[in-house]
């Protein structure tokens, strides 16, 4: 670490009271803007930040043991309470162990500000040591990025960092601060409002259009509402829900979507797509109109564009305007916060003649519900998912890694609120599920917090489990254990002949490992010993209980759409 | 050369702020289109530029970009200009060999294009022209047989016609 050149002197508080450095000014504005709880790792360019962290007894730096779970962790603060998740990493590596997390909460449109110590301005751009251009990494996975050149534009920056964090379409910004602007004395002014002209989300959605929808709506003969994660992030369930029950019309979520309804309402027919229900799927693809809500068509959703819902008349809310028209062009275009325009809409629409359109969907939902078979003495995946669903009653904030078992979880789990399942859904980053989970705990300690992870993925992130003690949370992790990164052994199974070239894995006693880390561990592997080994880490307090479930190896996850194909190559059964 | 089949052109309006001009850049790099001609100048107003981008993408997917280019916090306005009349240049300095022989017929041809020689030696000429891209292309290619040593293209120019804002 470089020795400290100009050591900030600390205020002479009598003859200038309003003078501090960088840093201090860095956590009071940060302190203005409601931050409770950091996730970080320090390093030598942001040894001045975490001086000041020092001296802020009202904001905790939690201590991770990597920085890509100080970011997964943000991303889980935010999604679990709607508030800003805030990480903070050192120049050069600190900074890129940050990108997997940053990119996640781009795809999935988290709340995030990224706080990174840069190198000291003079030596900017010589390669000097730990220099990493980060502001230049950076840009395409943030909605925003800022390098700051003198103290007295930290306010603003930050100011403008949240704003812009939390409002549009959320998403990550980052702020890069040179280590000798930590340093630098000024006179901060917090006050002063960030000018961005070129920045006016726009809310409301236009009348016209909006009446159009109603109308399309109100005359369909097989309307479908596609909902996804905008609703969670504008806080618009109230009124999809209002919606729904005006006028009947069925409900499909999408991954990021879960929550957005309850699942357990008669008219969600909860996820659809490429491991979506099949009646789902179907009724979305014979649809004649579809609501399409916060959602961006992604090809895990649609598979192939030009087979999706191909009869159907297209209304698109967003408040992205880039999303609408971006993959399947709208009919119907509306620009706007999802709430604002649900709300206009709901008393417009004239509950349409679709009692036929629900016996057939009813027949559909009949013959080809979710079903799981337990093979002889194994455990499988699907049961222990329906099992959590069952003990938690959808009530308890799950959040999943990347696989499988998110899959499973998915299908199983049914959310009965928003902010309830925590995935990585655009960028499906293994190794976040664990780490997004401790950010959901701290964001919301008194609520259940479960993370729901493969062997694979946990293995990415696994060391974190100390900060989990350290901090004495209550959160069970349970290890669906298919000795596989399961998702890759399945499409090798189906695509290529069951050559298993690097999918089957080798694992340590993930139990022990917990044990080791001062967590409880429970090693389960007979179906019998599940039920009471989820009862006692859903009840175990104060400290992390690691559950290894020896699951059966051979279960595959079904229904699945094979990647970039329609609804009518949908895989049904084994 | 631009082909006209599949050239659109996006004026975007730019807060002057270190990066815009990456981040604009980089936007359209990541959808794997290959920008034709960019260029970068001052307006009425100096805190405010303005690029004129010339993209090699299909007329259709134009508004997508200049959507996406709109989500940029500097960008303050980003439009696609395709199927609107506007006028467009472009300023070239094209420098030709010349020889005692050459040097009246290539001051011919200029005349026809209205270009003007700024730069004379006994073995060079350079010269100006601004019009539309085809007219540059159609006066860089009747230049080409007497040898074009170097050439230096600003990049198409435009603005909408009538009262309208580009
Ligand atoms: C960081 C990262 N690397 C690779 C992948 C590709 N991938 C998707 S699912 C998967 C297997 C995950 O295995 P595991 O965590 O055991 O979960 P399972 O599928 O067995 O439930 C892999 C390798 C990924 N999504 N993320
Ligand atoms: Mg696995």
């Known amino acids: 670490m470089a020795r400290q050149m100009t050591a900030a002197k600390p205020s002479p508080s009598a003859e200038r009271p309003r003078q501090m450095n960088g840093a201090q000014t860095l956590v009071e504005a940060l302190r203005r803007e409601g931050v409770e709880v950091l996730f970080g790792h320090p390093g030598g360019a942001s040894l001045p930040i975490y001086d000041a962290l020092y001296d802020a007894q009202d904001i905790r730096h939690i201590l991770v043991r990597h920085e890509q779970v100080a970011a997964h962790a943000a991303v889980g603060y935010a999604r679990a309470s709607g508030r800003v998740g805030v990480c903070t990493a050192t120049s050069g590596p600190g900074a890129t162990n940050l990108i997997t997390g940053i990119t996640d909460a781009m795809m999935d449109s988290a709340p995030i500000v990224a706080i990174t110590g840069q190198v000291p301005r003079p030596v900017i751009g010589n390669d000097a040591f730990q220099e990493a251009d980060v502001t230049g990494i950076t840009m395409p996975i943030t909605k925003y990025n800022t390098l700051v050149m003198r103290a007295m534009d930290i306010p603003k920056a930050v100011r403008m960092a949240f704003y812009l964090a939390k409002t549009g379409r959320p998403g990550p910004v980052l702020v890069d601060i040179p280590r000798d602007v930590s340093q630098e004395l000024c006179e901060p002014d917090f006050d002063e409002d960030p000018v961005l002209p070129g920045y006016r989300p726009v809310v409301d959605g236009n009348p016209g259009q909006i009446a159009e929808a109603a109308d399309a709506l109100s005359a369909a003969e097989r309307p479908i509402v596609y909902a996804g994660g905008g609703i969670i992030s504008s806080g618009a369930t109230p009124e999809l829900t209002a919606l729904v029950e005006r006028t009947g019309i069925p409900v499909v979520l999408t991954l990021m979507g879960k929550g957005a309804m309850d699942e357990t309402h008669p008219r969600c027919l909860g996820m659809f797509g490429m491991h979506g229900s099949a009646f789902a799927n179907w009724a979305i693809n014979r649809a004649d109109v579809i609501l399409a809500v916060g959602v961006r068509f992604d090809d895990r959703v649609t598979g192939r564009l030009k087979d999706f819902a191909p009869h159907a008349r297209f209304i698109h809310i967003d408040i992205d305007p880039a999303e609408i028209g971006k993959n399947k062009p709208a009919h119907i275009p509306i620009v706007g916060d999802a709430k604002r325009v649900l709300a206009a809409l709901v008393p417009l629409v004239r509950p349409p003649k679709i009692e036929a359109w629900w016996k057939q969907i009813e027949e559909w939902r009949e013959r080809y519900p979710f079903r799981y078979r337990q093979r002889d003495g194994r455990i499988s995946h699907q049961y222990v998912c329906d099992l959590l669903n069952r003990l938690t009653g959808g009530r308890a904030i799950v959040v999943t890694d990347v696989g499988q078992h998110q899959m499973w979880m998915a299908q199983w789990y049914k959310c009965r609120e928003p902010r309830t399942f925590i995935s990585s859904g655009g960028l499906g980053a293994m190794g976040f599920g664990f780490p997004a989970a401790l950010g959901a705990k701290f964001a919301c300690p008194d609520k259940q917090v479960i993370a729901l992870v493969g062997d694979g993925g946990f293995q990415m992130t696994l060391q974190d489990l100390i900060t989990a003690v350290e901090h004495g949370l209550s959160l069970p992790i349970f290890i669906l254990n298919n000795g596989a990164l399961g998702m890759v052994r399945q499409w090798q199974t189906f695509f290529y002949r069951g050559r298993f070239s690097s999918s089957i894995l080798r694992n340590p006693n993930f139990a022990k490992i917990g044990e080791a880390y001062g967590a409880r561990g429970i090693r389960v592997e007979r179906p019998e010993e599940v039920e009471s080994a989820l009862r006692t880490a859903l009840e175990t307090e104060g400290v992390p209980c690691v559950v290894d479930i020896q699951c059966d190896p051979e279960e595959n996850c079904l229904p699945m759409i094979p990647s970039g194909q329609s609804v009518a190559e949908m895989i049904l059964d084994d | ?166």
């Open chain 2, 1 to 166: 050369m631009t082909d006209p089949q599949h050239a659109a052109t996006i004026s975007v309006l730019v807060q002057n702020a270190p990066g815009v001009l990456v981040r604009v850049a980089g936007l359209i790099r990541r959808r794997g289109v290959n920008i034709h001609s960019l260029s970068v100048g001052p307006t009425e107003d100096p805190s405010i530029s303005r690029m004129t981008i010339v993209v090699d993408t299909a007329p259709e997917r134009t508004e997508q970009f200049a959507k996406q280019l709109r989500k940029v916090v500097e960008v303050l306005r980003a439009t696609s200009i395709d199927s609107t009349p506007a006028v467009d240049r472009e300023l070239a300095l094209i420098k030709v060999n010349v020889t005692p022989g050459t040097r009246l017929e290539i001051m011919e041809i200029a005349n026809v294009f209205r270009a003007s020689v700024v730069d004379l030696t006994d073995k060079t000429m350079t010269l100006e022209v601004t019009g539309r891209g085809e007219k540059v292309d159609a006066f860089v290619t009747l230049l080409a047989k007497y040898g074009i040593r170097e050439m230096a293209r600003t990049g198409q120019v435009t603005l909408v016609r009538g009262a309208q804002n580009t």
